[in-house]
């Protein structure tokens, strides 16, 4: 099993969509919980951190469930802007960074 | 805002050489690291770095690799004899003591 899962996309929206991501990881020890994005050819960038409580950034709302070992990412009102690679991030104790594959987003005029 | 540096952006060797890639973290930072990210592929963990000392390190960083803090502000990675499979992007990162971690924008390694 893969140690953190994320469907590969790519999600192609119109603008002004929602649009939600999923992850699943495999190490319950985990302790951290990121959300990156990733343009091409470029370097992950922090878009939020992910909490049990659930934590809302603007459009960007991120959900933790640890006992199915599951992250959500949902983007409300798209905006072309959004296009990118979506990186589901996983800090176990030793502090290095688990990235998911990503899911890949496309938003359409 | 503070940043992470990397130079050189791209670094073309012949296979069998060395190359050293070279990172400024982020000043106030004392948590240090190399991923790798291989076109098309995700990003992947190779050694993390604290307090003048290795601190962890995957499978990927192997007697080839090595990391060096020469003189309090860069960090290195050193690759001692290239092999066309260590094409990739090398992203270094910094982070202060629980806080996320922030990337340089990569150095782009061909081996030819």
């Known amino acids: 099993r893969k140690e953190v899962e994320q469907d590969p996309g790519p999600f192609n929206v119109p603008e002004g969509a929602t649009v939600a991501f999923n992850c699943t990881y495999s190490n319950s020890a985990s302790q951290s919980f990121f959300w990156y994005r990733q343009d091409c050819r470029k370097e992950p960038k922090l878009l939020m951190s992910?909490?049990?409580s659930g934590n809302e950034d603007g459009r960007f709302t991120a959900q933790l469930n640890r006992a199915s070992q599951y992250i959500s990412l949902l983007i409300r009102d798209s905006k072309l802007s959004d296009s990118a690679t979506y990186l589901c991030v996983v800090e176990t104790g030793r502090r290095a960074l688990t990235f998911g594959s990503g899911t890949r987003l496309q938003v359409q005029p | 805002e503070p940043e992470v540096t990397q130079t050189p952006s791209h670094q073309v060797t012949q296979m069998g050489q060395e190359v050293i890639l070279r990172c400024v973290p982020i000043s106030n930072h004392l948590y240090f690291y190399w991923y790798r990210q291989i076109l098309g592929q995700k990003v992947e963990f190779l050694v993390s770095?604290?307090?003048?000392?290795?601190?962890?390190k995957s499978e990927i960083f192997d007697d080839q690799f090595s990391v060096e803090r020469p003189d309090g502000s860069n960090f290195t990675l050193k690759i001692r004899s290239t092999k066309l499979e260590d094409s990739a992007m090398y992203f270094c990162a910094s982070r202060v003591s629980n806080q996320p971690q922030h990337f340089g924008d990569g150095t782009r390694l061909s081996i030819l």
């Open positions: 770095f604290y307090n003048n000392e290795i601190s962890e």
């Open positions: 992910v909490y049990s």
